[in-house]
């Protein structure tokens, strides 16, 4: 098999919100927005009657990196995930001056879960933090 990373799919309550948060923090931009429902969705996502907005967001670097998914129709009231959780855990973006972007995260809503931490070797500083629902992402500079 000969398989490319496609993108990664973060479902929100506020896809208007989280359209707004993405694009500001990241530079992303909103490349497409639509509906699915019936039984194309229902089959893909297992839940009867499913209706979901979706928003694709991306930039020249990367187009459709990120899939922003709100189910309309079957709206999740789950807590915050723990770090740790089984399953996907986080989204990465890489960033040139990270202490901008945390600037930018922090005044975009988003909330820091430590200080930028550096690795052992001083090869990477990154940090965790929560966009405005709460979904676990990570900002990571490489140092040179």
Do not use: W
Not at 58 to 84: F, K, M, Q, T, W
Not at 86 to 112: C, K, N, R, T, Y
């Amino acid at each position: 098999m000969n398989a490319r990373f496609g993108h990664a799919g973060i479902v929100v309550r506020d896809l208007d919100a989280q359209i707004r948060f993405y694009t500001r923090v990241f530079g992303l931009e909103l490349e497409t927005r639509f509906e699915r429902h019936g039984p194309f969705m229902d089959n893909m996502s297992g839940l009867h009657g499913a209706r979901v907005e979706i928003a694709i967001l991306g930039n020249e670097d990367r187009r459709s990196a990120i899939e922003l998914l709100n189910y309309v129709s079957h709206p999740d009231g789950s807590p915050e995930r723990p770090a740790n959780s089984m399953h996907a855990s986080h989204v990465m973006f890489e960033v040139d001056d990270l202490e901008q972007a945390v600037s930018e995260m922090i005044a975009a809503g988003g909330v820091p879960m430590c200080e930028p931490q550096t690795t052992p070797d001083g090869a990477k500083t990154a940090l965790y933090f929560r966009d405005p629902e709460g979904t676990l992402l990570e900002l990571l500079r490489y140092n040179a």
